[in-house]
């Protein structure tokens, strides 16, 4: 029967005394393992000993670092504490500035340890350890590996995925509490409510004879065995029907009963077929199911975000998506969702920037994915160039090392100094960069000035005096015009005067 549309599509109507009973709550037990290598750098470590956790982080975790049976874990939670080796090039420039003052080697290792994913927790039920020195059968390379089992029992909930066992699935949509499911003669409550419109197309008649069967048999506390091909018939199942009295009003067989609402006491206009039938749980639980992402990974290539809840992605806006949008004239949210929150690098920082310092958004630029084909076509040798409405090309600029999807510490406090420096500073920089680029002729050693005259020449070592300072030492010096002049260093004025 229909249920104020809450079976609306194949969706399912369930009594909230099937929850509170455990009739189809589940035990769910996930593996989890980590191995301890070597690596180049040197061995993995399995210990309790991880850099920067805080203590109440391995509250839970034994001497070597492994969670203890019947902890009560959640997402993000260590399992298993284990550390390894680093090399100079991974260290943190907080980790290089530390060494440069203390002169000391910071502890060369990273925290690698094995952590709950996203989405799941438990009770830990079980550890295996298997070892060298056990004589357990180990990869190359593998000196541990630690095995965590955690179990998770879960109760049926809205959205979680039933069946039948004639293809006739759907998901929960609603549970109602016992007082409101509708009821029978007798004050016995449904437990189940189905679509009745999900028979006809389908030609699965299995499950109406199901039901029928199931009534009578659970009237005269039968169990019985039906083979698809060789069970009961049709007219079996009739004539059990008029031996048990289950008939309508006239006194016929239709398989139907009256039922009432159980919110009014009312009885539905029309009777209702009724019955007992197999229901089961599928594995399609809305738990690992459900996901949302702010912001995340992306990928190298295409620098959209990644798929799937395992990668922590975002969701597919697809090609009749774009349609729908479109349609609908949401041509704003449309070009936000294809940039900005898409491969629109550029935008991506522009964005962020904006919103922090609570300006305007910028205008989207150009996506990853067209630079993309722009490379493919030329890998091709094909030489594409984009073009403005006033002819002339447009330049596509390539990603560089500045551009961070969020600034890090690190750029924010380049930018803040940037930014203190005076006008003059920046004007004597840009005069010395312009310098850099003439050839300037010398005209002094020394002049009023203190400023080094001789960017274009180049200084080059003469003859010594075989002692440890220049003074006397002989130099050559060779200017823009190809010229050279000789001259020595003298320590007092005298000696200067003489050369």
Not at 305 to 332: D, I, N, T
């Amino acid at each position: 029967m229909e249920w104020e549309g809450y079976n609306y599509e194949d969706a399912i109507l369930i009594s909230e005394k099937l929850v509170q009973d455990d009739v189809f709550t589940s035990i769910h037990i996930e593996e989890h393992e980590t191995e301890a290598r070597d690596t180049k750098l040197g061995e993995e470590e399995i210990t309790r000993d991880i850099p920067n956790v805080s203590e109440d982080a391995l509250k839970d975790l034994d001497a070597d670092g492994i969670i203890r049976i019947g902890a009560e874990v959640q997402p993000g939670d260590i399992l298993v504490g284990k550390v390894t080796p680093k090399g100079e090039t991974e260290l943190t420039p907080e980790e290089r500035l530390l060494r440069a003052i203390f002169g000391e080697k910071a502890r060369e290792v990273r925290d690698t340890s094995l952590k709950v994913p996203h989405g799941e927790g438990g009770i830990v039920v079980d550890v295996k350890i298997f070892t060298r020195e056990n004589k357990d059968e180990l990869s190359p390379g593998v000196n541990k590996l630690v095995r965590v089992y955690i179990a998770q029992k879960r109760k049926v909930q809205v959205g979680d995925k039933m069946a039948g066992r004639h293809g006739n699935k759907g998901v929960i949509s609603r549970v109602l509490p016992q007082a409101d499911m509708p009821f029978l003669a007798d004050g016995t409550p449904l437990q189940i409510v189905l679509n009745p419109l999900g028979v006809p197309s389908r030609m699965n008649i299995g499950q109406v004879l199901e039901v029928h069967l199931g009534l009578v048999c659970k009237q005269l506390g039968w169990k019985i065995a039906t083979p698809v091909f060789d069970g009961a018939t049709e007219q079996d199942i009739k004539s059990l029907f008029q031996e048990n009295n289950i008939l309508n009003p006239e006194g016929k067989v239709d398989g139907k009963i009256q039922v009432y609402d159980g919110r009014t006491g009312e009885p539905f206009e029309n009777r209702v077929t009724v019955g007992v039938q197999y229901m089961i749980k599928l594995i399609h639980l809305v738990d690992d199911k459900i996901h949302a992402r702010s912001i995340g990974p992306y990928s190298l290539v295409t620098q959209q975000p990644l798929g799937g809840k395992a990668q922590f992605g975002g969701q597919r806006f697809g090609e009749m998506e774009v349609w729908a949008l479109e349609a609908y004239g949401a041509a704003h949210i449309l070009q936000e969702i294809l940039t900005v929150k898409s491969d629109d690098i550029v935008g991506r920082v522009k964005t962020y920037e904006s919103i922090v310092k609570g300006n305007n958004i910028s205008e989207p630029g150009i996506p990853e994915a067209f630079k993309v084909l722009l490379k493919e076509l030329q890998s091709l040798a094909l030489d594409i160039k984009v073009l403005t409405e006033s002819g002339e090309e447009l330049i596509i600029r390539e990603l560089d090392d500045d551009d961070e999807a969020i600034p890090s510490a690190r750029a924010r406090e380049a930018q803040e100094q940037e930014a203190k420096i005076p006008e003059e500073e920046l004007e004597l920089v840009s005069h010395k960069e312009e310098a850099a680029e003439e050839e300037i002729e010398p005209i002094s050693i020394f002049d009023t000035d203190d400023e080094d005259d001789f960017t274009g020449a180049e200084l080059f070592g003469g003859e010594d005096d075989d002692d440890d300072d220049d003074l006397g030492d002989k130099f050559t010096l060779f200017d823009s015009d190809g010229e050279t002049d000789d001259f020595e260093l003298f320590e007092d004025e005298e000696n200067k005067d003489e050369d």
